[in-house]
């Protein structure tokens, strides 16, 4: 893989291990890819992508999962003026022609998805 290639990974990689909008089971993904890649060769650092880019598949939230979010758990998570900002955002956003939700986490598995043709 070439450095530019692995360092755009690795820093999405990076946002995915520890954002709080990912979930358990994507930081330890993410982690395993970074412990994977560790002074590996290339077979190694194409088959962790790989590994790492299959388990990305399909898990991004949607737009219309941010939207179903922000009119339900979102207010009694962070209140409700923060979810019916929420909810204003991902609507226009959904209006705009967005497909996906566009928190850290969720950006950083879209760009990642797109990179490899997987979206």
């Known amino acids: 893989m070439e450095r530019e290639l692995f360092d755009y990974v690795a820093e999405r990689v990076d946002i995915l291990?520890?954002?709080?909008?990912?979930k358990q089971a994507t930081k330890e993904a993410a982690l395993a890819w970074k412990d994977a890649v560790a002074d590996a060769s290339d077979e190694v650092v194409e088959a962790a992508t790989a590994d790492l880019i299959d388990f990305l598949e399909g898990r991004p939230n949607t737009i219309d999962g941010a939207i179903a979010f922000a009119q339900g758990p979102a207010a009694e998570m962070f209140g409700k003026e923060a979810a019916d900002q929420m909810l204003a955002k991902q609507t226009k956003r959904k209006e705009q022609g967005e497909k996906y939700c566009d928190c850290e986490a969720c950006s950083a598995a879209v760009e990642l998805l797109a990179t490899f043709g997987r979206i």
Do not use: C, G, K, L
């Not at 291990?17 to 990912?22: G, I, M, P």
């Open 17 to 22: 291990s520890v954002s709080n909008a990912s």
